[in-house]
Every structure is written in structure tokens, then in C-alpha cells.
């Protein structure tokens, strides 16, 4: 049984920050991937941001970039995003899934990923 469980969501300001957790579990193989997406409401669900396991390569969508950072921790169980100067816009619920070998033409595709996490709501009020 994979798990994906986030935690970090919540309600801020413009201007404020918040940093999501990913943690992973129940893995037979390293995750490869894990990319961070969001769905707002009558939205598509879009990539956000994503990190290549091993090497470490990072992506973001271009509405994040500067503001979002994807990392991952020494032992390779724990995904971060660090989300700052959050704005209105960014207020979606927000899913981590792990990949395989994922393409990096495809790394921000939720199509290219296997498992999901249970989604954490972040809030941002202008």
C-alpha cells in the first residue's frame, strides 16, 4: 500500500506563506518523481511544481516560479513546497503524487503520475 499523506494547508493572507508536506510510505521503489498539483474550484487540476528523486531536477509552473520551491529531505520520505508571497489566485486544494520514470516533458501532466495523496486546502484572502 503506497501512501501519500499532505499536511501544511491552511488559511493566510496575501503576502504570507505556508509550507506543504508530502510524506511518503509503503514504497517498493523510490518514488522517481513527486510533483505538487492544485484544483480550484471549476478549474483543471494543474501541475505546480515537481522534483526528480535522485538527481534532484526541479519544475514550476510559470505562475509559482520565485515564489514556490519544491524540496525534498536528506532521507528522500518527506516532499516540501515552500509557498511565499501567496496570493488569492493560489488558493486551490492541493495534491502531492509520485511517478516513475516520468518524462520530463510530462513532469507537470497529473496523466504521468501513479499515486495521489489526499489533497490539503489552502486558503489565501486577500
Known amino acids: 500500500q503506497v501512501q501519500l499523506v499532505e499536511s501544511g494547508g491552511g488559511s493566510v493572507q496575501a503576502g504570507g506563506s505556508l509550507r506543504l508536506s508530502c510524506a511518503a510510505s509503503?514504497?517498493?521503489?523510490?518514488?522517481?518523481?513527486i510533483g505538487w498539483f492544485r484544483q480550484a474550484p471549476g478549474k483543471e487540476r494543474e501541475g505546480v511544481a515537481a522534483?526528480?528523486?535522485?538527481?534532484?531536477?526541479?519544475y514550476y509552473a510559470d505562475s509559482v516560479k520565485g515564489r514556490f520551491t519544491i524540496s525534498q529531505d536528506n532521507a528522500k520520505d518527506t516532499v516540501y513546497l515552500e509557498m511565499n508571497s501567496l496570493k488569492p489566485e493560489d488558493t486551490a486544494m492541493y495534491y502531492c503524487?509520485?511517478?516513475?520514470?516520468?518524462?520530463?516533458?510530462?513532469?507537470?501532466?497529473?496523466?504521468?503520475?501513479?499515486?495521489w495523496g489526499q489533497g490539503t486546502l489552502v486558503t489565501v484572502s486577500s
Open positions: 522534483i526528480y528523486s535522485g538527481g534532484g531536477s526541479t
Open positions: 509503503g514504497y517498493k521503489y523510490s518514488g522517481r518523481s
Open positions: 503524487a509520485a511517478g516513475l520514470y516520468v518524462n520530463p516533458a510530462r513532469i507537470l501532466l497529473q496523466q504521468a503520475y501513479h499515486y
